[in-house]
């Protein structure tokens, strides 16, 4: 049984006075929700709040981001050490807008990945093909290339120590999904590269999330398929009603 996980990602939203607000009204609401692993990502200048605010807590905080040295001539970038000092327990990696917009390569991933692992953070690496990828029909290639270029150098493991999450870009921010069973097969497409990867041990207690417009109305959906063990939420994990609502969805812990 791999245990769900229920992880937002802030993005480049709120300061640190409107992450107190939104952890009083968020804890109340998940305080009974032994289900899941809760993970949030606030930005950089409000890492150390939340962890101030969550401690004690189910909830654990995760960072956007990271440099894979541990410090040197880096302007702008925060490394893995820094990153635990503060409290994080996770670290998103290789996210799309990462990706995309700032011309973060598989290579960089790859060094990322290790940098927080040898840190002791859970890296949540993240792969997803674009829509003229899907649509040229090579998602698949695509994910598989991420995961080589990203993931090929991990040991068995290394991989009992990462998740992933399966983020198809097309689908993050537009408010369109993907099909739970669209979701489904790429993450089973996923997890036989884990398999090939680091055995079938491994691939089996992978935890695989989906992203990508995850909201209150589809969370149950997607949840129902046995290979989606948990979501990375963007928008939705805003508010603090509609991400504990996702946590809190009906049909948990069944
Ligand atoms: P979204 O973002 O839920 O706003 O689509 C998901 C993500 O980027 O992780």
């Known amino acids: 049984m791999r245990r769900p996980v229920i992880a937002g990602n802030w993005k480049m939203h709120k300061t640190r006075a409107e992450t107190r607000v939104f952890f009083q009204r968020f804890l109340p609401l998940v305080a009974d929700a032994e289900h899941c692993d809760i993970l949030i990502a606030p930005p950089f200048t409000a890492l150390s709040t939340a962890v101030e605010a969550t401690r004690g807590t189910r909830v654990s905080i995760a960072a956007q ?3 894979w040295e541990s410090e040197g001539a880096f302007t702008g970038e925060i490394s893995a050490g820094m990153l635990v000092e503060v409290g994080c327990r996770a670290v998103i990696v290789g996210h799309s807008e990462r990706r995309l917009l700032f011309g973060e390569s598989n290579e960089q991933v790859a060094r990322k990945t290790l940098a927080a692992l040898a ?6 690496v993240c792969l997803g093909e674009t829509l003229p990828q899907r649509e040229q029909g090579c998602a698949e290639q695509v994910l598989q290339r991420q995961f080589e270029q990203s993931l090929g150098a991990l040991t068995a493991e290394q991989f009992s120590r990462i998740m992933i999450a399966y983020e198809p870009v097309w689908a993050i921010g537009t408010g369109r999904t993907a099909t739970p069973a669209m979701a489904a097969a790429m993450h089973r497409f996923v997890r036989r590269l884990v398999a090939q990867q680091g055995g079938e041990t491994v691939a089996e207690q992978m935890r ?3 992203g990508g417009s995850v909201r209150p109305d589809n969370i149950v959906a997607l949840m129902n398929e046995p290979e989606i063990d948990g979501v990375l939420v963007g928008g939705a994990s805003l508010e603090a009603e509609s991400f504990a609502a996702i946590v809190q969805y009906p049909g948990r812990g069944r």
Not at 119 to 124: C, E, K, M, N, T
């Open 65 to 67: 981001d990271l440099h």
């Open 119 to 124: 840190a002791g953070l859970v890296p949540i």
């Open 208 to 210: 695989i999330l989906y």
